[in-house]
């Protein structure tokens, strides 16, 4: 793998954005970030979108007439129209904020599911979930009595179809909700094939795509993904927006979840009916700074494109990986690059994956150890947990290097 001039520049460039990167992690030692499966770093311009929302304009959405909440509320909006494109869904209506992907996941379960499953129907998910796409299930199969299934996987961690396209032809599979991308294997499922044998099979399909929307193209016509969900934080937003994508018929025809001030067109003692989409799902003041944020981080991707990004990050994940594979007693998790997203899971052997993060920490290696949310796959993998390191467009290949230097190092002080 070369260290291109050219590649070179374009981290360097975006690096300058990120003012939390330029800083020692330790007394003379700089930080590496590699836990952007978790929480991506903000560029300055984020930041100082919702500083300037703060400073100029704070004011409550949809209500005011004043010129703050004018303001205020076309910024918000502003930021929905940006995702609609990057996401290339139809129309704005059918982009509803949330708090983030656990929370859109929560919303269909609690109101398309409540609404739809009953005894005899299945729910069919995939042994690699996040908990976010289990547990909802798990809650509302409890009530409703629908029985959940789950696909399993292949040696390399990628779906076993031909058991997907079994499991449908059993029958009663009412929704299909799987994850566009693993935070743990990186495996990236091919949704769209998916959605196209779900639809033919009669069910409904919700993808996950946390771990893809911040790191690649996505269409969500082009997957024909019934809902899909996201989260800011994880592609250069803030905290506390997300976002639930749903084909405009299927959302019309959904009952609202909480209720409250703006979903509402009018209350009286007696009954309610419900404001028009997107605004029946967004009860109370919504995350206004953070929907601003959200949009700006959008811009931001927009401007280096998103085919750029998944190419620096390809690039950065083939070389992690050959690297990774050097070091002797060291498991990575996953397929290989031509399948995978920007993430590397692995275990040493007699290393448990806490000790091993520690020691990347002192190393000033900010990485993360644990099971990931994602127990039912660490236990069908047979482990308890795994250290995970993940790329974003701002990591340099030498921090590559950095990560296979501290493994050796660690290797040396264990196996001394
Ligand atoms: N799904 C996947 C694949 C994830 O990686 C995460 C975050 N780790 C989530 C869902 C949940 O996202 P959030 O915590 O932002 O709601």
Redesign the pocket.
Known sequence: MEHSLERTYFVETVRADFPILNQEHHPGVPLVYLDN??SSQKPRQVIEAMDDYYRRYNANVHRGIHKLSEQATAAYEGARVKIRKFINAASKREIVYT?????SINLVAQTWGRANLKPGDVVLSTVME?H??IVPWQILAAEKGFTIKYIPLHEDGTLDMDAYTRLLDEGGVKLVTV?H???VLGTINPVADMARQAHAAGALILV?G??STPHMPVDVQALDADFFAF?G??MLGPTGI?VLYGKRALLEAMPPWMGGGDMIASVRLEGSTWNELPYKFEAGTPSIAEAIGLGCAVDYLMNIGMETVHAHECAVTEYALERLAEVPDLTVYGPDVSQKGAVAAFTFAGIHPHDLAQMLDAEGIAVRAGH??AMPLHHYLGLAASTRASFYLYNRLSEVDALVEALYKARKAFYR
Not at 99 to 103: A, C, M, P
Request: proline share 0%.
């Open positions: 499966a978790a708090r983030g992907t656990t929370e996040h976010s796409n994850m991308v693993s935070n996950d946390a771990q989260s934080h994880k997300g990931h949310c």
